[in-house]
């Protein structure tokens, strides 16, 4: 399994652990991690620090998440290697998601 998910609830936030390539091959499974979930909870995060890889294909996944979860919640991205943080931040990515 590429994906898990953890969910706090006393603090509201749910973290989605992705591990090894994140690219079209994690379509299915990524976004079943997170839409049983979408709109319960007030912070999502994005554990990236086991991510090795980013294509395209995850950037387009982020942003279905963003739609999914409603803008009343936040979506940060955490963990990332200075290589997929460039990736995010010439794709403005900072713009919708919080990135550390």
Known sequence: MSVSVQANES????TLHIMGS???SLFNEFRGAYS???????????????VEYL???????LLSMRNA?????????IG????IKDILMISRFDKLFGIK
């Open 36 to 50: 049983d979930y979408a709109g319960k909870y007030e912070t999502y995060f994005v554990d990236m620090s086991q």
């Open 69 to 77: 979860v409603g803008e009343q919640s936040k979506i940060e991205l």
């Open 11 to 14: 603090q509201k936030t749910l």
């Open 55 to 61: 294509d395209s294909a995850a950037l387009g996944m």
């Open 80 to 83: 990332a290697n200075s290589f």
């Open 22 to 24: 994140f690219d079209f």
